[in-house]
Structure formats: C-alpha cells, structure tokens
C-alpha cells in the first residue's frame, strides 16, 4: 500500500524523537545523579567548616552530649587517635516514623575540640533512587509527548502549507488528458523546486501535446487523401475481375488484390473514425433507443454469423434509451458484433443482454482469458493471424471514453464477456 509522503516524514521524525529522548533518559539521569551527589557533598563539608569555624572553639567536653543530644543529623563522637581525612559515603538509616530505611549522604570528618579528637559525622536526607527514576519517566514522558504533538502539528501544519503548490500541480495533471483542448495552468509560487517542476512540466506537456496534434492532423489528413485513390484504385480491379479475357490464374491474383484493399479501404476509414470521435467531431448527444439500434444490426450479423455456424442469442429491454450519437451507437455495435464472431469458434454462440444500465456481449471463444494489457490498444490483435487490422476494440473503447461510460472485459464459464455500463 501507497503511503502519503507527510505520513512518512512524520514517522521518520517521530522515530528519531523517540530514539534519542529514550537514549537520553538513563543518560540524563546518571549525571543528574552525580550533580546531585556533588551537591550534597559539598553542603556536607560547608557544614563542617561551619562547625570548626562557628561552633568548635566554643564547645567543651561536658557540652558534647547536649550537642548530639539536640542534632539529629550533626554527631560528635570522641575517638581514640585523630582519623586521617574526610571520608563522604552513602549509606541507609531505619526511620521510625516511616517505618523504613532511606537513603543518606554521610561525611565522617576529623575535627579537634579543646585540643582532643573527635569525630564529625554529618548525613544529609538522600531522594530515593526509585522516586528519582519515576520522577525522571515522568518528566521525559510528558516531554516525549509535547515534542510529538509538536512535531505532528507543525509537520502536518507546514507540509499542508509548503506542499500546496504540488498538490495543486499534483491535481492538474491527474485531470489532464492529451486529447482534450485545455492544458493545465501550474501558477509559479515561491519555492524554487517547485516551479522548475511547473516548468518543466509545462514544457513536457506542450511539446508531447504538439507531437500528438500533429501525429492527429497527419493520421486524419492521410486518412481522408487516401479515400479517393483506394476508391479508383479498387474500382479499376473491380472492372478488370469482369473482363472476359481474364484467365483464371489472373482472377485469383486480382481476387486477392480486391480483399487486400477492401482490408485497405477498412483500415483507412477506421483511422479516420478515431480521428474524428478524439476531435470530438460526434460530440452532440441525442436520446437513441438502444434496443432498436441492436435489433436494426441483428439481421445483418446473422447472415455473417452463419458461416461459423455461430447462434446469436438476444435479451434486450425494451425502451432502453441512452443519451449519446446515433451514428457512434450503430459503430458500437457493430463492432462488438464484429469482434464476437471474428474471434469465436465454429458452432459457438453470441449472447446481448441489455438493461437500463449496462449492455453485455458475451461469446464463446478461445479457452483461456484475453491479456487485458494491451487488449484495447490500436493494433494489437489477440491472434496475430485474424484478418482484421486490430482497431476494432479500440474504436469501441474509444466511444466508451467520449460518451464518459465503462467498458471491463472478463472471462468466466468459458464466455469472454465484455460488459459496458452507461
């Protein structure tokens, strides 16, 4: 599946969010730690500068025991020799109240009180390791959260406003036909990329534009020059074939001459048919009673249906009107006659169905399904050996498309079914 490119890029800038906040947090919460540490530490050895400063000098041995008495978190304890330096370390200690241990920074410091030793024990109140953490989560969720609801807003916000203009330009062509008159207009805007898209667009269009009027012209003027010598040129082997003195060997090669080009005279007048429904020369509709149009041709392919010994089978509703041109319906059909018995089997069968909204044809044929690729394209003939010059289809998808219908080709219980709905 298709993914739009906002969707993408947002993905890519939510994953790289995510990566480097998760990467972030242990990171952010180890060297929290150790700021918070050194801090403690330092307010440990403030204290005891305090104490040797301020406190120390006044102190006597008897007011020892009032001082830890009336400090909780401040103890002088007499020792036998003087320890060799400050030691700051972690340690727990049960509280009553809480009734648990928790988390301390202990200083054990040598001070000096009326010239004897002593120990200075200060401890200060440690955060809890596990309401750091989920302080910390915390933190970097709602963190994680605005940056994502940011990202997403103004992602969306100025994708929808930077990639105006090639959305706009991304409609135009998706609306442009090549055989319709009017091309797209792709109006400059401010960003560079994108007006040298506009640009060389414009330019692609116009030159392919120039390439296929002209191929247009070309088809529809040879088509319509051609008309008159095929016409001499058939008449004159029509006149020869009736000579008197013409002997067999000749008639046959004159015989295959006439065929090749009433082939000829076909393929030019189907050139000129194309040319003229692209130019919208047919384009005035007319409300046309469908079933009567299949009924006037019924006669007709009968005959030619019975060389194959084929059976055409009809269900047409009746008053089944359709707005389009007559003269492209009679086409229309016709050909969808054409292609059900040129490329049926001998003793096969042709089935019409029309409804209010649809007509289906549907015949025997070769036991496999057409290749849909290339079915309706000029030319291509699904058996290269068929006599006939490979518009047929073409023509038939061609009036679907001026008359703005749907023409789907499948094959099911051994039918190759081609179903057109208005």
């Known amino acids: 599946m298709n993914k739009k490119l906002l969707h993408t890029t947002l993905k890519y800038y939510v994953l790289f969010s995510l990566i480097v906040m998760l990467s972030a947090a242990p990171l952010f919460f180890y060297i929290t730690q150790l700021l918070?540490?050194?801090?403690?530490?330092?307010?440990?050895?403030?204290?005891?500068?305090?104490?040797?400063?301020l406190f120390a000098p006044q102190l006597k041995d008897k007011d020892v025991a009032v001082w830890n008495k009336w400090n909780r978190d401040i103890k002088i304890v007499k020792v036998q020799k003087i320890i060799s330096g400050d030691t700051l370390f972690s340690h727990s200690f049960y509280n009553n109240l809480d009734k648990e241990n928790e988390p301390y920074r202990v200083l054990n410091a040598p001070v000096t009180i009326n010239n004897k030793p002593y120990l200075f024990t200060a401890r200060i109140n440690l955060v809890d390791n596990k309401d750091f953490i989920v302080s910390i989560l915390m933190?970097?969720?709602?963190?994680?959260?605005?940056?994502?609801?940011g990202l997403f807003i103004i992602t969306?916000?100025?994708?929808?406003?930077?990639?105006?203009?090639?959305?706009?330009?991304l409609k135009q062509i998706e609306k442009f036909e090549i055989d319709k008159s009017s091309n797209p207009k792709l109006a400059?805007?401010?960003?560079e990329e994108f007006n040298r898209l506009n640009l060389a667009i414009n330019k692609l269009i116009e030159r392919n534009t120039r390439i296929y009027k002209s191929q247009k012209e070309f088809i529809e003027n040879a088509a319509h020059e051609l008309q008159t010598p095929i016409a001499i040129f058939k008449g004159k082997l029509e006149t020869l074939m009736q000579r008197d003195d013409v002997t067999?060997?000749?008639?046959?090669?004159l015989d295959k001459l006439n065929d090749t080009t009433t082939r000829l005279n076909r393929l030019n007048k189907n050139l000129l048919l194309l040319s003229k429904i692209e130019s919208k020369h047919y384009n005035i509709p007319e409300k046309v009673?469908?079933?009567?149009?299949?009924?006037?041709q019924l006669d007709f392919f009968n005959e030619q249906a019975l060389s194959k010994n084929i059976s055409i089978n009809t269900d047409l509703e009746?008053?089944?009107?359709?707005?389009?041109?007559?003269?492209?319906?009679?086409?229309?059909?016709?050909n969808l006659f054409l292609n059900a018995i040129n490329h049926n089997v001998v003793s096969g069968s042709i089935n019409v169905v029309l409804r209010e909204n649809s007509l289906v044809f549907s015949n025997t044929g070769i036991s496999k399904s057409l290749v849909t690729d290339k079915l309706f394209e000029r030319f291509s003939k699904v058996n290269p050996s068929s006599k006939g010059n490979g518009l047929g289809l073409s023509i038939i998808k061609k009036i679907v498309e001026n008359n703005n219908w749907e023409i789907i080709y499948s094959y099911k219980d051994k039918l190759h079914i081609f179903e057109i709905r208005f």
């Open 36 to 53: 918070y540490l050194h801090e403690t530490d330092e307010a440990l050895l403030l204290q005891k500068e305090e104490f040797e400063l």
């Open 139 to 149: 933190v970097f969720t709602i963190i994680i959260l605005i940056l994502l609801i």
């Open 156 to 169: 969306r916000k100025l994708s929808i406003t930077l990639w105006k203009p090639f959305y706009d330009t």
């Open 188 to 191: 400059e805007n401010s960003i």
């Open 248 to 253: 067999e060997e000749q008639f046959d090669i």
């Open 289 to 296: 009673l469908f079933n009567k149009v299949i009924t006037n």
């Open 318 to 334: 009746a008053d089944t009107f359709v707005q389009t041109n007559m003269f492209l319906s009679e086409i229309l059909i016709s």
